[in-house]
Nanobody, 122 residues
């Protein structure tokens, strides 16, 4: 029904930048609230950022709030996560996620991308 394909991960040095992309396809994409989650080794999956397609509502976990920016290109059904000033603590598999009619402030995703690895070396 909904497919999410995320990409853009890689290996960067501390202080570097990456931009992740997530392309959504399937039914009723406009009804989705989009988000990024991540899972670091030995940790549970955690929320990173979320957005409506319009971009009028966004949310971030505090640890990334001043460094990451979530944005959308609705015409291309694509969500981005611009990650600046990356730190080793950001190393994780990053997953695009979506929930139908969800709240950006309390997202419980129904759909997940396959994940893309972000590694920040020190």
């Amino acid at each position: 029904q909904v497919q999410l394909v995320d990409s853009g991960g890689g290996v960067v040095h501390t202080g570097g930048s990456l931009r992740l992309s997530c392309v959504a396809s399937g039914r009723a994409i406009d009804d989705l609230t989009m988000a990024w989650f991540r899972q670091a080794p030995g940790k549970e999956r955690e929320f990173v950022a979320s957005t409506t397609w319009s971009g009028q509502r966004t949310d971030y976990t505090n640890s990334v709030r001043f460094r990451f920016t979530i944005s959308t290109d609705k015409a291309r059904s694509t969500v981005y996560l611009q990650m600046n000033d990356l730190k080793p603590e950001d190393t994780a598999v990053y997953y695009c996620a979506a929930q139908r009619l969800g709240s950006v402030y309390n997202l419980r995703p129904n759909y997940w991308g396959q994940g893309t690895q972000v590694t920040v070396s020190s």
